[in-house]
């Protein structure tokens, strides 16, 4: 069959090895990191803060990149695409995402900036406030792209993220083209709500003509279509997009199509360790889900679970059977 | 006052970096890995099975150096002697243990072999079985020792993994001496079982010779002394030291010194993650302790508490504030 897809999932993002510490609150005024949010850094900036930053652990990360190791770790066929460098971080993010089955082609830079590195102070309320410097994952380009991987797999989920360099837009824009012309379907993650902020009329215009699968947190889609009120967000994103789904922390999710809407209940979790990644292995659930035609409320489902998971302890990428979790047979 | 050490303890040990993934039993078997003990490999072997490895953390390790951050988490004055390579794990590692507080000027190998790394295998029992890979820690040697530290710490202590490496062991014994010339006290960790099997008459000439404070697990001290009585075991190494601490894992650890012996019970966990770094932490608590001169139960139920922190996420570095969870106030 011409038609079938070799990957259910591709991702496209920004390439991040996450140095992740626990911090008191002070640590955020102290360095004026505005908390919950990602700013960008610059080398120096990086360096700096790496210098105040206590002990720490590395673990790969990059939203895209942490949906598709979610959505393989629960047992579909992804890949995915972003530029690290040829250096140890680099190395570093390659195995963890190979590790789960994905497959990721990219070639590494040569010559140039490091391997992105994300440090991530984890507040005692689990909040986690982010300070990016994209090194490498900032070059990811239009040549990057592999479009045989795009015109191959069933969905191809970018992060919002990318916008911020205007390289990785042209790629994004250019990756949805190319899976629209292949009868593909594209999905997007606001990713933050600054990068909302920053990107309004970009996201809009793309959520408009590119996109059919959206993902945002409540704040962020408010924030795109300029509202306060909930109901008429919902309203506005139903007419963009044939599929969305907007989490709301403890409150669950919400999950729209052409024909229904439900809302899922978030999975109660023991003790919130860190928030890393919470949206990220939502969306993974989710687009899980719609890989295998599963109803919404099943979609909305393995969202919460999986994101309740990796809530629990430190870090954006599972720890544990996401199969298991989810009770999906071992060959689903 | 001549006679006041700068540092309550200095630790000396393989300066590593550990490679933590959750495993299932089965991939113990099929990459020959032996369960709950450390094997050493050659840097063919590390590369081989990282990449059978799953996607991981990396997390600062190393046996003396996770003991060395309890203790500063705690509030005493630290330092560490440890062989890094000039690169990025070795500036990972450099950057955590400062991080704690502890001073590390061991001077980095450059063109030489890469910064140690430890791929640890965390089964779902919670056992972590250690593959390490020893790099430049291994050429740490007698040029390595900072005399000067050694003569101002109180406690010098060193862990049994060094024993591995004939330059290491030398530099032990000869950090053994300066302390002793200096009229401070040594401290050792016997390790690992196998460790304790493969030197045990170096070890037990070193410890009847050098050591005043022994740290061991029951298994390893039944192993030094060649009995399978835990009784005539404790008699054994009470005419050999002057203070020992032995953990017996959920049973809790008995301590004795010239005049005591008491039992101390576990801490409890509500769900052990991974049980790497037990020991190392369980020593932080016994030798803060001792450095403030606390009475031997006080001492346990530090060590206990330390090490309950440590493997209920995983990781051997703490994450929570260990003042707090010791109640020690903040000037303590």
Not at 112 to 115: D, N, V
């Given at each position: 069959m011409a038609n079938t897809a070799k990957y259910d999932v591709l991702g496209l993002g920004n390439a991040i090895v996450d140095v992740i510490a626990p911090v008191e609150d002070a640590f955020l005024t102290q360095q004026d990191i505005t908390k919950a949010s990602m700013t960008l850094i610059d080398e120096a900036r990086a360096t700096a803060l790496y210098q105040a930053f206590p002990s720490a652990s590395e673990t790969s990360g990059g939203s895209a990149a942490n949906t598709i190791a979610g959505i393989a770790g629960l047992g579909a066929n992804t890949a995915y695409c972003g530029k690290v460098a040829d250096d140890t971080l680099g190395e570093t993010f390659s195995h963890?995402?190979?590790a789960t089955g994905a497959d990721f082609n990219t070639v590494p830079l040569c010559n140039?900036?490091?391997?992105a590195r994300c440090l991530i102070a984890v507040?005692?309320?689990a909040q986690r406030s982010m300070s990016t410097y994209l090194?490498?994952?900032s070059l990811f380009g239009v040549d990057d792209l592999d479009e045989n991987a795009i015109k191959n797999a069933a969905i191809t989920y970018m992060e919002g993220y990318l916008f911020d360099r205007d390289e990785?837009?042209?790629a994004f824009i250019h990756a949805a083209e190319i899976a629209a012309a292949a009868g593909r379907k594209t999905a997007l993650t606001l990713s933050d709500l600054f990068c909302v902020d920053r990107h309004r009329s970009?996201?809009?215009h793309l959520v408009r003509g590119h996109i059919d699968i959206l993902f945002a947190n409540e704040a962020e889609l408010l924030s795109l279509y300029e509202t306060t009120n909930f109901e008429d967000a919902l309203a506005n994103v139903r007419k963009d997009c044939r599929f969305a789904a907007i989490t709301r922390s403890e409150k669950g999710s919400v999950l729209i199509d052409e024909n229904d809407m439900v809302e899922v209940k978030a999975e109660p979790v023991e003790r919130v360790v860190d928030t890393t990644g919470a949206g990220d292995l939502y969306a993974a659930g989710v687009l899980y889900g719609l890989s295998r035609d599963l109803p919404l409320p099943v979609c909305g489902r393995f969202g919460?679970?999986?994101a309740a998971e990796i809530i629990s302890h430190y870090g954006a990428r599972p720890h544990g059977d996401l199969k298991q979790l989810c009770n999906i047979p071992a060959d689903g």
């Open positions: 963890d995402l190979r140039g900036p490091a391997t507040t005692p309320d090194g490498a994952s990785a837009k042209a970009s996201f809009l919460s679970l999986v």
